[in-house]
């Protein structure tokens, strides 16, 4: 089955830098990338997303990279801030399966 | 709209209680799913239902566990009997187009602590 390794686990970073959080995924037939943000006490939320036919994509301050054949992905947020702060969950999904989470990386944007 | 709606949003109980966690999805989303989060494990998926049916049971933990949808609005998790192991944020969540297709719309969690 799929299994999805996320780095780093914490990650400080002054307001207005740039933060980046990396998966790595295993099973070469995911297809479909998101990733979510959770704020304390809340559920986890899409922020965005990738598909497999698509490198790189972004949204204003957030950027997803993608990298098929080393199986890795990348999400980059620009201008980082303090509203950034939240735990971050990159996912891989197969087609037609379900996602299957990485551990988290714990953001934290110091004014 | 209204999000996902889940109840309660605490629970505390002694062990060999019996829990019964309940959700109401986002109304026309026809898939429903049930994830676990600690802190150990990270987010799990328990089970997830496509139109009200259950598809995937396979990360229900054991017998104790048990997840039932008798409608398209309505879906509960129980728990019987509890044990302190199963102290988690429960989430429950929907998608208009079932697993891998689009984004998971997450209610706000039901955490349970098991004295």
């Known amino acids: 089955g799929e299994n999805v390794e996320q780095h780093p686990s914490t990650l400080s970073v002054q307001e207005g830098d740039s933060a980046v959080i990396k998966c790595t995924y295993s099973d070469s037939a995911s297809n479909y990338f998101p990733w979510y943000k959770q704020e304390l006490g809340k559920g986890p939320q899409l922020i965005i997303d990738?598909?497999?036919?698509?490198g790189e994509k972004k949204d204003q301050r957030i950027a997803v990279t993608l990298n098929k054949t080393a199986k890795h992905f990348s999400l980059h947020i620009t201008e980082t801030q303090p509203e950034d702060s939240a735990v971050y969950f990159c996912a891989a999904s197969p087609y037609g399966q379900n996602f299957v989470f990485g551990p988290g990386t714990r953001l934290s944007v110091l004014p | 709209d209204a999000g996902v709606i889940q109840s309660p949003r605490h629970e505390v109980t002694e062990m060999g209680q019996e829990v019964t966690l309940r959700c109401k999805p986002i109304?026309?989303?026809?898939?429903l799913f049930w994830y676990r989060q600690t802190m150990m494990r990270g987010l799990e998926l328990l089970i997830y239902?496509?139109?009200?049916?259950?598809?995937?049971d396979s990360g229900m933990p054991e017998d104790r566990f048990s997840a039932k949808m008798p409608n398209a609005s309505f879906s509960t998790l129980k728990i019987q009997p509890s044990e302190p192991r199963d102290s988690a944020v429960y989430f429950c969540?929907?998608?208009?187009?079932?697993?891998?297709?689009?984004?998971?719309?997450f209610g706000e969690g039901s955490r349970l602590t098991v004295l």
């Open positions: 109304s026309g989303h026809n898939s």
């Open positions: 239902f496509n139109n009200n049916v259950p598809i995937d």
């Open positions: 990738i598909r497999s036919n698509v």
């Open positions: 969540a929907s998608s208009p187009r079932g697993p891998n297709t689009g984004e998971l719309f």
